[in-house]
């Protein structure tokens, strides 16, 4: 009884967590922001509903698979969420306007990107160069 | 087993955050806003598959789960790969 009252709490934390970063995917001004929402609060809010899960039907077998998706889930929500940033910077997603430090500003040179703040417009010319194909820029990248 | 109140609080909590991230996909201005918000209907599948599986007691929900995560992290490179068109 008292397993399934923690484990409710922390389900419902669990979703909250999730439900936060939805209002951070809505809201924030350009996409790097959007990516910390999603990577911070997204992936704790998955593994706090991993160990709800666990919480509520507890075996020790159930124990070690939790530890493991919670642990695998920590650690690729922040790899993954880098690696999507790193993309979208390189492929001429614009930063807002506010950014001050540009420390990616010569790899995306060097693979045809944008470097220019736009503020939250669409970079027509980087996209229409991305459906162009990688056959390109491979040379010099 | 969970009670299903609790069930229901859940899913509308992530379904309302999947219907927030749907509407960054229509408005969203480049494709890395649409692959970030794919990451996060992922994400909320995943836990809606949790809850889904405590309720109806199904055994396998944990198995489901690790297996979803290790998949997610493929998922969100290919979809990194993908939006650089196959360049590093």
């Given at each position: 009884m008292i397993a399934t009252i923690i484990g409710s709490a922390l389900l419902i934390l669990g979703a909250f967590n999730i439900f936060s970063a939805a209002v951070g995917l809505f809201r924030l001004p350009d996409l790097y922001t959007r990516t910390s929402a999603i990577g911070t609060a997204a992936g704790l809010g998955v593994a706090f509903m991993i160990l709800g899960v666990v919480v509520v039907d507890f075996t020790w077998l159930n124990l070690l698979k939790g530890v493991l998706a919670i642990v695998a889930q920590l650690v690729t929500s922040a790899v993954g969420s880098f690696a999507l940033a790193r993309s979208g910077y390189l492929t001429g997603s614009s930063p807002a306007a506010?950014?001050?430090?540009?420390?990616l500003a010569d790899d995306a040179v060097a693979l045809g990107g944008a470097s220019v703040p736009l503020g939250d417009t669409v970079p027509t010319e980087d996209t229409a160069a991305l459906d162009a194909g990688p056959t390109d820029n491979r040379a010099n990248a | 087993m969970i009670p299903v109140s609790v069930a229901i609080i859940v899913g509308v909590l992530l379904v309302a955050a999947v219907a927030l991230a749907v509407v960054r996909i229509v408005?969203?201005?480049?494709p890395g806003d649409t692959a970030v918000a794919g990451d996060l209907i992922f994400f909320a599948f995943v836990g809606l598959v949790a809850v889904l599986a405590l309720l109806f007691g199904i055994v396998a929900a944990l198995d489901i789960i690790l297996i979803a995560t290790v998949l997610g992290f493929l998922s969100v490179l290919s979809l990194a790969r993908l939006l650089q068109g196959g360049r590093r």
């Open positions: 506010i950014t001050v430090p540009d420390e | 408005r969203g201005p480049t």
